[in-house]
């Protein structure tokens, strides 16, 4: 893997775990809108970091980021969830237009090579959007992706977001290959981070954990098994892999639709 410039987008628990498997012997720079305290920890654990405070949601903001590059490794953590955010029009802002914004922004300033990767949800898997709908969460400027007739429900909203998600990295794919770079994204299930904590607690905690029994693995998640496959997906070993979404939610996806084929059978 290259040991260039490392960006961190988000300061969360799986921020902090990809910082902490990706950042040994190398520049961190970590991009948050409150990122002091996750600056601190990694500085007194040894790593080389600094930090800018950034708002997904302004392209300006992430831009300001993105110049001080180039960066060999950018990694997308930063986003909210129903549990986190009061309404839908947050979700929109930060998870959806906060991706594009991303994409966009890091464009000019990755390195030759290098290697973008958006954490995405396995939500996005469990979304039932229409053709022409995933069309325009592709293509759509990042400031004309939020239409009128958007869901106003936080979950629904989630779900479209996350797709957008994974449909953006995907037509993404062949612009970032002109600069010689990848972009993946990966979709992690339930994990135990401060915010998968809220969900597990919430009211909707039983339905969730229900998920989790009809997984392969029967668990929660962590943020180092997320941290893994990202390693994998900025290293060589995954040089020929661009464009793809990798589902990391130990079988929830898998388990959901096969209850849902064996009740239609």
């Avoid at 612009?175 to 401060?194: F, H, K, L, M, Q």
Wanted: hydrophobic share 45%; proline share 4%; glycine share 12%.
């Amino acid at each position: 893997m290259s040991q260039g410039l490392l960006a961190i987008i988000g300061s969360g628990g799986m921020g902090l775990a990809i910082a902490r498997r990706l950042g040994s012997g190398r520049r961190i720079i970590l991009g948050d809108i409150n990122p002091d305290r996750a600056t601190a920890t990694l500085l007194s654990e040894g790593y080389a970091i600094s930090s800018i405070r950034i708002d997904v949601s302004s392209l300006s903001s992430v831009q300001a980021m993105a110049a001080l590059g180039p960066f060999s490794t950018i990694i997308h953590t930063a986003g909210v969830s129903p549990a986190t955010a009061t309404t839908a029009a947050r979700i929109y802002e930060v998870d959806l237009q906060g991706t594009a914004n991303v994409i966009d922004a890091f464009y000019p300033f990755v390195a030759d090579g290098g290697s973008l990767v958006c954490i995405s949800s396995m939500a996005g898997h469990l979304a039932n959007l229409a053709p022409e709908l995933e069309a325009h969460l592709a293509s759509a400027t990042a400031a004309e992706l939020v239409l009128d007739g958007f869901p106003t429900d936080p979950r629904l909203a989630y779900c479209l977001a996350k797709r957008g998600n994974i449909l953006r990295v995907r037509a993404s794919a062949k612009r970032y290959g002109e600069r010689g770079a990848r972009i993946n994204s990966v979709s992690p299930g339930i994990v135990r981070t401060p915010m998968g904590e809220l969900e597990l607690k919430g009211e909707r905690g039983r339905v969730v954990m229900g998920m989790v029994g009809l997984s392969a693995c029967k668990r929660v998640g962590t943020p180092g098994d997320v941290a893994g496959v990202v390693a994998f997906l900025c290293g060589q070993d995954a040089s020929y892999i661009t464009g793809t979404d990798v589902l990391v939610d130990g079988g929830m996806v898998a388990g959901r639709v096969w209850e849902e084929e064996s009740e239609v059978k």
